[in-house]
T-cell receptor
Framework: RKEVEQDPGPFNVPEGATVAFNCTYS??????FFWYRQDCRKEPKLLMS???SGNEDGRFTAQLNRASQYISLLIRDSKLSDSATYLC?????????FGAGTRLTVKP | DADVTQTPRNRITKTGKRIMLECSQT?????MYWYRQDPGLGLRLIYY???????NKGEISDGYSVSRQAQAKFSLSLESAIPNQTALYFC??????????FGSGTRLTVV
């Protein structure tokens, strides 16, 4: 079983749609959780950290469920510029472990 | 200037050649990492270093070596490149609980 698992997608949605991604992790001792965004052939960039209480940044909402060991990312009112791959990241013992990413395409 | 700089950005090399990928950072972080990314597999850790005298293998270290020349510099070497080492390579830095800051990547092709 992979340490961090994501639905690879692709998710194809129209502009203005709401889309949600889930991610599960296997290390119950993990303490740090993040969502990264990666554009084609570019480096991953931090989108947001994920806190136990849940957190929101504009159209983006991240939630953590420790009991079930999953993380979610909700994007409201999708924009064309949201098209990218979204990586779920969880800390391991000495490094971060990455999901393979979920590809999102937002269409006009 | 970028916080994390990788050189070269692109490289094509022949099987059996030795190649070095370089990374430097201005973040002042102690922790540095090398990852490779392959389609459908996500990022996989090759080596990491928590300070100048600390070097650790990651999940896929075979065929690679590293050198931490200074706090700000961490280089990755392929002693004898092979085609299945064709990938996108990323260097990253972090503090203990922060997320990573990545370099722009090196696209390596071994022919």
């Amino acid at each position: 079983r992979k340490e961090v698992e994501q639905d690879p997608g692709p998710f194809n949605v129209p502009e203005g749609a709401t889309v949600a991604f889930n991610c599960t992790y296997s290390n119950s001792a993990s303490q740090s959780f993040f969502w990264y965004r990666q554009d084609c052939r570019k480096e991953p960039k931090l989108l947001m950290s994920v806190y136990s209480s849940g957190n929101e940044d504009g159209r983006f909402t991240a939630q953590l469920n420790r009991a079930s060991q999953y993380i979610s990312l909700l994007i409201r009112d999708s924009k064309l510029s949201d098209s990218a791959t979204y990586l779920c990241v969880v800390n391991g013992n000495n490094d971060m472990r990455f999901g393979a990413g979920t590809r999102l395409t937002v269409k006009p | 200037d970028a916080d994390v700089t990788q050189t070269p950005r692109n490289r094509i090399t022949k099987t059996g050649k030795r190649i070095m990928l370089e990374c430097s950072q201005t973040k002042g972080h102690d922790r540095m990492y090398w990852y490779r990314q392959d389609p459908g597999l996500g990022l996989r850790l090759i080596y990491y270093s928590f300070d100048v005298k600390d070097i650790n293998k990651g999940e896929i270290s075979d065929g690679y070596s590293v050198s931490r020349q200074a706090q700000a510099k961490f280089s990755l070497s392929l002693e004898s490149a092979i085609p299945n080492q064709t990938a996108l390579y990323f260097c990253a830095t972090s503090d203990r609980w922060e997320g990573y800051t990545f370099g722009s990547g090196t696209r390596l092709t071994v022919v």
